[in-house]
């Protein structure tokens, strides 16, 4: 499988974005309710005649090998503001620099892309924003 590990990060600007999600914390085992919650999110938008405004996004708190429950997001962005419930949080990704890199296989699969990430990071002199 390939795991994305030969692409290049790099730093993108981005504008300000609303979106939606649902917020996880996952073992290992538990990597396959990611189709459930998709499907519960993209339901949920239809039902709200909410418009997606790009690609679906996991939003890592938590990566890395040493970091057993992995805690994420599973989201949209939206096009504009909307009201979520208990369960789907609205937020709003910052305005902003972001190293981006496409990690290609599953998502809970993904020590080799973080570790390529972190390192060219480093070799970068790239300072992390950590926020909680």
């Known amino acids: ?8 990060p790099q730093l993108q600007t981005g504008c300000a974005q609303p979106y939606i999600a649902i917020p996880v914390q996952l ?21 709200q005649s ?3 405004a790009g690609p679906l996004f996991y939003r890592y708190y938590t990566c890395g090998a040493t ?5 994420i997001e599973v989201g949209y962005p939206v096009a504009g503001e909307v009201q979520g419930n208990n369960r789907i949080i ?14 290609c296989g599953q998502p809970g699969i993904n020590n080799p892309t973080m ?13 992390w924003k950590q926020e909680l």
Not at 28 to 46: F, G, R, V, Y
Not at 116 to 127: P, S, T
């Open 1 to 8: 499988m390939d795991t994305g590990i030969d692409i290049v």
């Open 27 to 47: 073992l290992p085992a538990d990597w396959k309710q990611l189709k459930i919650l998709i499907d519960e999110l993209t339901d949920w938008l239809n039902h």
């Open 67 to 71: 970091y057993t429950v992995k805690s």
């Open 90 to 103: 609205t937020g709003k990704i910052p305005e902003g620099i972001f190293a981006t890199l496409i990690h």
């Open 50 to 52: 909410v418009r997606i």
């Open 115 to 127: 570790e390529k990430l972190l390192c060219w990071a480093n070799q970068q002199g790239i300072q």
